[in-house]
């Protein structure tokens, strides 16, 4: 399997947007760079070590990678380039970081079926390209944070499986109208373990 040399050389530099979009070009055919699924990282520091070419394709997809420990809050230095990020069905602990707010082009989070605790950062309604938003499966709680009314881009959100309670803010009253599809605790029907949302205007 080749690779040219120039690209390996210029891999040593920053990663800025337009070299990662030359870079992604060049590169992404072969198929040495078509998948991006480690079968096993038992530490967030182990990103860090990872060949840096590979995060140039704006899609980071680590599902079920045995992934540990807090959000890797290192990823920030993607977040010029990163579309896509996937770490689906791992271990990560602790609360989101407000450093989310920083991937402002993310189209797609997901971090369904992770250990992820506390309320969900007011920084996330700064992500405004999110089309797609998947955090079920978690042990989130505390209310929805108004500013998620602030994603128009959304279609389709997840929320349950978690802990969240309170009831759906009034800024988030056009999702109906918009048709974004909604999946959540709703009260009464949350299993008795878990929080529940009132729906309010959702209902």
């Not at 079920?64 to 996937?86: C, D, K, M, R």
């Not at 797609?132 to 994603?151: D, H, M, R, V």
């Given at each position: 399997?080749?690779?040219?040399?120039?690209?390996?050389?210029?891999?040593?530099?920053?990663?800025?947007?337009?070299?990662?979009?030359?870079?992604?070009?060049?590169?992404?055919?072969?198929?040495?760079?078509?998948?991006?699924?480690?079968?096993?990282?038992?530490?967030?520091?182990?990103?860090?070590?990872?060949?840096?070419?590979?995060?140039?394709?704006?899609?980071?997809?680590?599902?079920?990678?045995?992934?540990?420990?807090?959000?890797?809050?290192?990823?920030?230095?993607?977040?010029?380039?990163?579309?896509?990020?996937?770490?689906?069905?791992?271990?990560?602990?602790?609360?989101?970081?407000?450093?989310?707010?920083?991937?402002?082009?993310?189209?797609?989070?997901?971090?369904?079926?992770?250990?992820?605790?506390?309320?969900?950062?007011?920084?996330?309604g700064l992500c405004t390209r999110l089309r797609s938003l998947t955090l079920g499966k978690n042990e989130l709680s505390g209310e929805l944070p108004s500013e998620l009314g602030q994603l128009?881009?959304?279609?389709?959100?997840?929320?349950d499986g978690n802990r969240f309670t309170g009831t759906v803010p009034s800024d988030l009253c056009d999702w109906k109208d918009r048709?974004?599809?909604?999946?959540?605790?709703?009260?009464?029907?949350?299993?008795?373990?878990?929080?529940?949302?009132?729906?309010?205007?959702?209902?």
């Amino acid at each position: 399997m080749i690779i040219p040399i120039v690209n390996l050389f210029l891999l040593s530099f920053p990663l800025t947007s337009f070299f990662c979009s030359q870079l992604s070009s060049s590169l992404h055919p072969h198929p040495l760079f078509q998948d991006l699924s480690p079968s096993s990282f038992n530490d967030t520091l182990a990103l860090t070590d990872h060949p840096h070419h590979l995060w140039c394709t704006g899609v980071l997809n680590l599902n079920g990678t045995s992934l540990g420990g807090q959000f890797p809050v290192h990823l920030a230095s993607l977040a010029p380039t990163l579309e896509q990020l996937h770490l689906e069905g791992n271990f990560l602990q602790g609360s989101m970081p407000t450093e989310i707010g920083l991937f402002t082009r993310l189209e797609s989070l997901s971090l369904e079926g992770n250990l992820l605790t506390g309320s969900l950062p007011t920084e996330l309604g700064l992500c405004t390209r999110l089309r797609s938003l998947t955090l079920g499966k978690n042990e989130l709680s505390g209310e929805l944070p108004s500013e998620l009314g602030q994603l128009f881009s959304l279609r389709t959100v997840s929320l349950d499986g978690n802990r969240f309670t309170g009831t759906v803010p009034s800024d988030l009253c056009d999702w109906k109208d918009r048709g974004v599809a909604y999946t959540g605790d709703f009260c009464p029907q949350s299993t008795s373990n878990l929080g529940c949302i009132e729906p309010g205007c959702l209902q």
